[in-house]
């Protein structure tokens, strides 16, 4: 017998659902429903509630039986409470923002394991030998055994999570922290005013005492709305060590104007910029305390706006956040009223993203209660402070792309000079299991050079370039990292390292005498290090003529559509088995034609991890990742290859 279940909303509608089979079916099914009904609201974001006549109340769990439930029968009525999405924002290894929706109900339960797994396949990046931080703090995913929860590790709405290397950690010690607080002062914003001078004495206090005696200056923007007279529309402090002095300021500082609903919002972001000393090195931090919008019909949904086409001065949004971007300032919105500066908001980390290459949007908390904006502006002083020390570590070079072969000959086009090591012809298996190493030797060497890469990819940016001594197109490869770790010889000597060991296992696959017929032979182009006279380093290659083409990546993705792809998931499964199961190759792209596959750039995952061959090196979790999307085929079946373990 069927159910049929009045569901109650917040503003009196009653949503009907019949449930077939109650005694199976779950509040789950029920929230599925009800979406199917209401068109709109994803389960997560349901909330249902029985309340008995009495008044007792009773919240229904997503994974319990409607049956479980004596208040429950045919007839009955829930009450439907609409939830905010829990957000969380997560830096990732290349300093890039994404923002992670916790797809739960009660995302206080949701475990570290599900969040891998959603950052996993919303970014399409593997964590492998990465893991999230918080705080500081390594975010485990058990703990004897038991799965941890976004609860156990204090996490909330609107924090911020890192991806780091497994074993690093930020300094964070005595940095310099520069704030900032933009505060809408109009009429209806007076509590937020005293809740802001209330609680930055204890703001300092608390950051000092987490940062071991940090350097912080604070200052202060006033803005309120076109009805106030010029000269005092928008006043400020500029950054001060000074208690007294900054108390003083705001002490001062009283609601005024505000005629309609917009603010002069652009005023006080270009005060910001304009009026204000930011230190260069410091984290830079604007904390943005409004409840309305900017001036323009574009921003908001309001009635009441005198200047609907937008700033009176001509500011626009863009230019704006460009600043934000050029000072590198983390930017904070504490909102009133989200419904009212959410389109906004929207709009500012459109551009946000698009200017910033990912790395910055807008992160936003909850001012509704005055008396929890102290809590909250620490805690995203905490998060962007760490986001700025991690930022720097993930720092990248930035180029501009330029497909054009340069004029050779042309005299603008300077000779470098330096040296070249090229890796003594063909390495065996054999002598890879034997051990056996020669000192490959290093010869002069002259060469041209595009001023910008024609691409890039995740490692590295590729140049075209002209080699004098043999007179022929090449190409040249720098890391993207700007670092010490990556600016080293050894660095690059274990990509070429990398290379000359997948060529070995690609002789080995190409001379198989299982390997069937019409398999294209496998090849792999030779790989020389350059080091310059300044004392920087290339990879040298020569220029492959053709589609270029990425057959597969170190992370399980396959490029389905190539007609070469399946060979090559072979040859990465055959380099696990002809290695005694030690190592794997992958990341494979290059040009097929003319009877054979010549690659370029592979990964190797090493069982021994350490990095071995490099920032690639995703060790055991990257070859699980591998043999995860892996469906062996005819191809494997007639080398004998055999399904994935580790013994």
Request: proline share 4%; aromatic share 10%; net charge neutral.
């Amino acid at each position: 017998m069927a159910w049929t279940i009045s569901v109650k909303g917040m503003i009196g509608t009653i949503i009907n659902v019949t449930i077939d089979n109650h005694q199976e079916a779950t509040v789950l099914d029920l929230k599925a429903k009800i979406q199917e009904k209401d068109g709109s609201l994803p389960p997560y974001l349901q909330r249902l509630v029985h309340k008995a006549p009495g008044g007792a109340t009773t919240k229904l769990q997503d994974q319990c039986k409607l049956a479980s439930y004596p208040c429950l029968k045919d007839g009955a009525t829930l009450f439907l409470v609409r939830l905010t999405p829990c957000e969380l924002y997560v830096q990732d290894s290349r300093a890039r923002l994404h923002t992670l929706t916790v797809p739960s109900s009660e995302p206080e339960s949701y475990s570290i394991a599900e969040l891998r797994l959603l950052f996993e396949e919303q970014t399409k990046q593997s964590l492998g030998e990465f893991e999230f931080q918080f705080q500081g703090r390594v975010v485990q995913e058990t703990r004897h055994g038991r799965p941890l929860t976004l609860k156990d590790h204090g996490i909330k709405t609107g924090d911020q999570l890192f991806v780091l290397k497994v074993g690093f950690r930020l300094d964070i010690t005595n940095p310099q922290v520069d704030i900032c607080f933009l505060v809408d002062c109009t009429g209806s914003m007076a509590s937020w005013i005293e809740a802001v001078k209330n609680n930055v004495r204890q703001l300092r206090d608390n950051l000092d005492s987490d940062y071991k005696g940090c350097d912080l200056r604070f200052a202060f923007v006033r803005y309120t709305d076109y009805d106030q007279p010029a000269h005092t529309r928008t006043t400020w402090i500029e950054f001060t060590k000074s208690q007294s002095s900054f108390h003083s300021f705001v002490s001062r500082i009283t609601a005024d104007g505000g005629g309609d609903g917009p603010e002069d919002i652009m005023g006080g972001l270009k005060a910001v910029f304009t009026n204000l000393s930011w230190r260069q090195r410091a984290s830079k931090v604007l904390i943005h305390i409004a409840d309305c919008p900017c001036h323009g019909r574009q921003y908001h949904d309001l009635s009441d706006d005198n200047h609907p086409n937008g700033d009176p001065a001509g500011i626009s949004h863009d230019e704006m956040m460009r600043r934000v971007v050029q000072n590198e300032v983390q930017y904070w919105f504490g909102y009133i009223n989200k419904s009212r500066t959410d389109k906004m908001i929207s709009m500012f980390n459109d551009s946000l993203r698009r200017l910033s290459e990912q790395r910055m949007l807008i992160r936003q908390f909850d001012a509704v209660q005055p008396s929890e904006v102290g809590q909250a502006v620490h805690r995203s002083v905490t998060a962007s402070v760490f986001a700025s020390e991690a930022a720097k570590k993930a720092s990248f070079r930035k180029y501009t792309l330029d497909s054009t072969i340069p004029n050779w000959s042309s005299c603008s086009i300077l000779e470098r000079y330096g040296t070249k090591t090229s890796p003594p012809g063909q390495l065996t298996l054999r002598r890879l299991q034997e051990g056996i190493q020669h000192e490959p030797p290093s010869v002069p060497f002259c060469f041209k050079y595009a001023p910008n890469p024609f691409t890039e990819g995740e490692e590295s940016a590729v140049f075209h370039a002209y080699d004098v001594n043999s007179k022929r197109h090449v190409v040249l490869k720098q890391f993207r990292r700007d670092d010490k770790e990556h600016g080293c010889l050894d660095s690059y000597m274990k990509v070429a390292e990398a290379q000359r060991v997948a060529a070995a296992y690609a002789y080995e696959f190409n001379i198989d005498k299982n390997k069937p017929e019409g398999i294209l032979p496998v090849d792999f182009v030779p790989a020389d290090v350059v080091e310059c006279r300044d004392g920087s380093y290339y990879i040298y290659e020569p220029f492959l003529e053709g589609r270029f083409e990425k057959f597969n990546n170190n992370q399980g993705v396959v490029a389905s559509k190539s007609s070469y792809s399946q060979q090559l998931q072979t040859f990465s499964h055959y380099t696990w088995e002809k290695s005694g199961k030690s190592l794997l190759v992958c990341d494979l792209q290059g040009v097929g034609g003319g009877g054979r596959i010549m690659l370029t750039d592979p990964a190797i995952h090493s069982r021994g991890g350490a990095r071995q061959y490099g920032d690639t090196d995703l060790g055991i979790d990257g070859i699980q990742v591998f043999f995860k999307t892996h469906i062996c085929n005819d191809t494997c079946i007639r080398l004998g290859l055999k399904p994935f373990s580790t013994s």
